[in-house]
Nanobody, 113 residues
Framework: ARVVESGGGSAQPGGSLRLSCTAS????????MRWYRQAPGKERELVAH????????NYADSVKGRFTVSRDNRKNTMYLQMSSLKPEDTARYYC???????WGQGTQVTVSS
């Protein structure tokens, strides 16, 4: 069982990206899931988390109003829509399943002009 992130890349300040986290080997529908990020030289931080059915979401203060977490349990996938990107959003973004302590390999997001 594993989770795999995709959708990272480069964006200009003010731009948007959508990250995906697709699970294989298990069904995500029963589990809370989270997005974390880690910038060079900094600790990994929680960005957003979403409950199993997708009706409860929480965000780090630094991304509130700009990022939206969602999930499609039929596709076994969680998403992170990132808008109004800032250079300080540059980091590697990771998907995490707390109950099983599953981490993905991460996907790099770079925001620069």
């Amino acid at each position: 069982a594993r989770v795999v992130e995709s959708g990272g890349g480069s964006a200009q300040p003010g731009g948007s990206l959508r990250l995906s986290c697709t699970a294989s080997g298990f069904t995500i529908s029963a589990y809370e899931m989270r997005w974390y990020r880690q910038a060079p030289g900094k600790e990994r931080e929680l960005v957003a988390h979403i409950n199993s059915v997708g009706n409860r979401k929480n965000y780090a203060d630094s991304v509130k109003g700009r990022f939206t977490v969602s999930r499609d349990n039929r596709k076994n996938t969680m998403y992170l829509q990132m808008s109004s990107l800032k250079p300080e959003d540059t980091a590697r973004y990771y998907c995490y399943v707390p109950l099983y302590d599953y981490w993905g390999q991460g996907t790099q997001v770079t925001v620069s002009s």
